[in-house]
């Protein structure tokens, strides 16, 4: 190819990749300016290096429409953090339930049943992240900046009252429904603890809304609960079954880790805040 041949392949080359209605123009001025680039010279060497200054044909076809961001930048080191958070959950539940069945060929069956199925998380975590994207370039006023409300600590009676409600009944269901066939083992060791700690958090709840506040001590207890109740069911699902059918047992603990994220972003939060708290209390003595 002579210099003004490659100039014409890489002006359509980028044209194919933009909309139809935009082809003409932009092939025309593009092909345009190339050839002012490349001036009184003839060489395909010289024509090679115009191109390659103005960039693959992908980049230029970048410049003339709007991009498609499915993840702002923004939320970018955000994805990332809570990604790896996700999948190191997921990676040692799997290496603690190998230990707790041995199977022949332990790593195959980690690689192979846990390490690539968890690649569902960053999918579903980056499906979210793009939602939030979308709905706020959709409706920007929905995402514009809001001074944060005082934190005073006081809470909703109301509406806290029936979550406790919510809370309580469902720790009965747990408890009381025939139905739910538990694992002997974890029925007699593991079940114990788990329930001890699920009532004192709900004792703390409870406080808190009597007070119709929180206090430091009613946050603390909560963050530290928060903190047992994880560690311990991570230790209940990494020693055995929780309930003697594969299935519901299988489903039960994904549905625990995911709810183990979402009370890790929960605490993450509690933590930054006591944390304000306690720096502006330093400051203000």
């Not at 409600?165 to 083992?185: C, N």
């Not at 709810?259 to 939060?269: E, G, K, N, S, Y």
Request: without cysteine.
């Amino acid at each position: 190819m002579n210099a003004t041949q490659l100039i014409d392949a890489y002006v359509a080359d980028v044209a194919k990749r933009l909309p139809r209605r935009q082809r003409a123009d932009v092939a025309a001025e593009l092909r345009t300016i190339l050839l002012d680039e490349l001036g009184d010279r003839t060489r395909p060497e010289d024509a090679h290096q115009v191109i390659d200054a103005f960039g693959r044909p992908a980049e230029a076809a970048a410049r003339y429409r709007s991009p498609l961001v499915l993840l702002d930048p923004a939320d970018s080191r955000a994805f990332l953090r809570w990604s790896l958070i996700g999948m190191a959950v997921i990676w040692a539940l799997g290496v603690a339930d190998g230990f707790a069945n041995p199977t022949p060929n332990p790593a195959a069956t980690w690689w192979l049943g846990v390490a690539i199925p968890s690649l569902w998380w960053p999918g579903v975590l980056f499906a979210a992240f793009a939602l939030g994207a979308y709905t706020r370039r959709k409706w920007p006023e929905r995402a514009r900046w809001k001074p944060s409300a005082a934190d005073t600590g006081h809470l909703n009676r109301g509406w806290h009252a029936a979550a406790l409600v919510f809370y309580i009944g469902g720790t009965i269901a747990l408890v009381a429904l025939p139905w739910l066939r538990y694992d002997p083992v974890f029925h007699a060791q593991r079940g114990p603890w788990v329930l001890a700690l699920l009532i004192a958090h709900l004792v703390v709840y409870a406080a808190a809304i009597a007070a119709g506040r929180w206090n430091t001590l009613t946050r603390r207890l909560d963050i530290a609960l928060n903190l047992l109740v994880g560690g311990v069911l991570v230790w209940a699902m990494a020693a055995g079954a929780l309930f003697t059918e594969r299935w519901v047992d299988d489903m039960v603990k994904f549905i625990v880790i995911v709810i183990l994220l979402v009370t890790a972003a929960d605490v993450v939060q509690k933590l930054r805040r006591e944390l304000r708290q306690h720096s502006a209390n330093v400051s203000s003595t």
